[in-house]
């Protein structure tokens, strides 16, 4: 049964850098068959997808975040990451990791979420 | 494409019926449409996806169905547990979106 485990700070100073981590057990982030995404929830709000990335280096990030999000992965480590600058008050959420499968069988347009992390809270304050 | 969900909260007893709305700004392609519940402290969990294919290992009590623009979580038989966040998703087009959610309160 393949796990998701975000990790990273809880405060970020405005206008710095909100980096996140997701360690996958259970799967391979190599095998190809899932996109590795980020979700987030702030505070009052509803979920927003920020994007994924895939073993193939393809990647697809939500236009709302405007070209300030980078993701990344590490094989060996078995995971992938988020990277956010610069970030205000408003990128203040609830970070989910989460898993999608390829939708090259056709069974998507874009990706649904099979698998979740518990998801992490980071707040941007001074 | 923008989902809303209704009603914002629903507050049930237990052994009845509970039937939660997802309403589409547009059509959405393919009913590619998923069903996600949320308990606090948990993660969310895939219930339905395709509009009204039940993911593994979820329980027949859940059922999802519609198309086009208008879409339903029907959950025939409540229990305890059922009480929870729901969230539709439309990924039928990019960026894939969520509605806000309905709060399911079990009495």
């Known amino acids: 049964q393949v796990q998701l485990q975000e990790s990273g700070p809880g405060l970020v100073k405005p206008s710095q850098t909100l980096s996140l981590t997701c360690t996958v057990s259970?799967?391979?982030?190599?095998?190809?068959?899932?996109?590795w995404n980020w979700i987030r929830r702030p505070p009052g709000k509803g979920l927003e997808w920020i994007g994924y990335v895939h073993f193939s280096g393809k990647t697809y990030y939500n236009p709302s975040l405007q070209g300030r999000a980078l993701f990344s992965f590490d094989t060996s480590k078995n995971q992938f990451s988020l990277r956010l600058n610069p970030v205000s008050a408003a990128d203040t959420a609830v970070y989910y990791c989460?898993?999608?499968?390829?939708?090259?069988?056709?069974?998507?347009?874009?990706?649904?979420?099979?698998?979740w992390g518990q998801g992490t809270l980071v707040t941007v304050s001074s | 494409n923008v989902l809303t969900q209704s009603p914002g909260t629903l507050s049930l007893s237990p052994g009845e019926r509970a039937t939660l709305s997802c309403r589409a700004s547009h059509s959405v392609f393919s009913n590619f449409l998923a069903w996600y519940q949320h308990r606090p402290g948990q993660s969310p969990r895939l219930l339905i996806q395709g509009a009204s294919s039940r993911a593994t290992g979820i329980p027949d009590r859940f059922s999802g169905g519609g198309s086009g623009t208008h879409f339903t979580l029907t959950i025939s038989t409540l229990e305890p547990e059922d009480s929870a966040l729901y969230y539709c998703?439309?990924?039928?087009?990019?960026?894939?979106?969520f509605g806000q959610g309905t709060k399911l309160e079990i009495k």
């Open positions: 259970g799967d391979s982030i190599s095998s190809g068959d899932y996109y």
């Open positions: 998703q439309q990924y039928g087009s990019s960026p894939n979106t």
């Open positions: 989460a898993r999608g499968p390829d939708c090259s069988a056709g069974n998507c347009y874009d990706p649904f979420f099979d698998s």
